[in-house]
Nanobody
Framework: QGHLVESGGGSVQAGGSLKLSCEAS????????VAWYRQSPEKERELVSS????????TYAESVKGRFQLSRSQRLSTFYLQMNSLKTEDTGVYYC???????????WGQGTQVTVSA
């Protein structure tokens, strides 16, 4: 049974940085694409960033381009979301996901709260 465990959320002032981590276990992480989503009470779940299984194609939401960066460590079975120049509108619960299955992902993290204050 595969698992994703997130860490790194927290509270920060606007302009600050946070780095989220997502550690995978119990499945063939190397063969999977990965992604980060976020959800806030005001918005539907939003795809923030993704990386395909081959590791060559990144996607970023327009709202985070130039500020967020997804990376992964095959050796550590972990992937990350570095978030810089944070804005109040980045506030939400961030979820990591792995192994694309159609329009969804097979594995999901538990979610971690990111709160950006003005």
């Amino acid at each position: 049974q595969g698992h994703l465990v997130e860490s790194g959320g927290g509270s920060v002032q606007a302009g600050g940085s946070l780095k989220l981590s997502c550690e995978a276990s119990g499945f063939a992480f190397r063969a999977c694409g990965v992604a980060w989503y976020r959800q806030s009470p005001e918005k539907e779940r939003e795809l923030v960033s993704s990386l395909n299984a081959g590791g060559g194609t990144f996607t970023y939401a327009e709202s985070v381009k130039g500020r967020f960066q997804l990376s992964r460590s095959q050796r550590l079975s972990t992937f990350y979301l570095q978030m810089n120049s944070l804005k109040t509108e980045d506030t939400g619960v961030y979820y990591c996901a792995a192994c694309r299955a159609g329009d969804n992902y097979q594995y999901w993290g538990q979610g971690t709260q990111v709160t950006v204050s003005a």
